[in-house]
DNA sequence: AAGCTATATTCTTATATTAGAATATAGATC
DNA sequence: GATCTATATTCTAATATAAGAATATAGCTT
């Protein structure tokens, strides 16, 4: 992995946003468009800008698409350190920090990514 | 400080390898120019674009124009943490390192950053 | 002041990025 | 199989970025 297309990634606040989402774990789309409040269509071709440099993963659950930073084991240093900085720089700052506490709040029932037991309960639709 | 904008100073591969070698210390515009091995034109535009958005400062002293990272107590957090990690990431790569030699290598003299003793024997011109 | 050196700016062209609108697709459900 | 949901792609237009050629400028030197 090239350190000048991680940057490249990181050069934009949509995917700076996104990413610092995924730190916290694996989401779906429309979970990170609720918590945006960007277009789908914006939200899809960031995550595809990403997922096309090996930003991210993305795995299909039915319907779903789950996204989610590559397992640890295989990030190259770059990416390693490039993520822990950026983890470390987002922390205190407003945007990044409300993007996390409207994430923390959001019922997340809807996708497969809603915990065993609460399937149960699952919405009907993400909208 | 913008961390989106610091990421935008950091998403060209010219001024990557401009920032990497003012973080041994500050430069002026014909030894980055002889390093890089890159057109005047282009190097000054890059240093013109960090300039603008405060990666680095730039002093003239006569004919020469030196640039250096803003002093260190001046440094807003975010540009601190990923100065550090840009210095990490770029340590065991082969085209950094090679800069990194070749300026060691550089005879300085012709500039004002050339050290006193050494004024003496100041070389005519650059090139 | 004339000429030289180091550096910057302007002009132009090529290319990349970004976003929205409209549409397409994959997989589930009825 | 028709429909619905979540997501992706295509098309288009606006804007930004990058690079080279030519030229301009600031400050020395003589």
């Known amino acids: 992995m090239k350190l000048v297309q991680i940057y490249q990634c990181l050069c934009d ?3 700076l946003r ?3 989402l995924l730190l916290k774990g694996p989401l779906c789309v429309c979970h990170l468009h609720g918590v945006l409040g960007e277009s789908q269509v914006k939200i899809s071709k ?3 800008y990403l997922k096309a440099r090996g930003l991210v993963t993305a795995k299909r659950e039915g319907n ?3 996204y989610a930073l590559p397992p640890e084991r295989e990030r190259p240093p770059e990416l390693v350190a490039n993520l822990a900085c950026l983890q470390d720089c987002t922390a205190e700052n407003a945007v990044f920090k409300r993007d996390r ?3 923390a709040k959001q019922d997340l029932s809807c996708s497969p990514l809603a915990a065993g037991a609460a399937r149960g ?3 009907k639709t993400c909208f």
Chains 1, 2 share one sequence.
Do not use: S
């Open 101 to 103: 506490a409207k994430l």
């Open 18 to 20: 996104l990413l610092n």
């Open 121 to 123: 309960t699952k919405a």
């Open 64 to 66: 779903w698409m789950i």
């Open 46 to 48: 960031h995550l595809g």
């Open 13 to 15: 606040e949509t995917r």
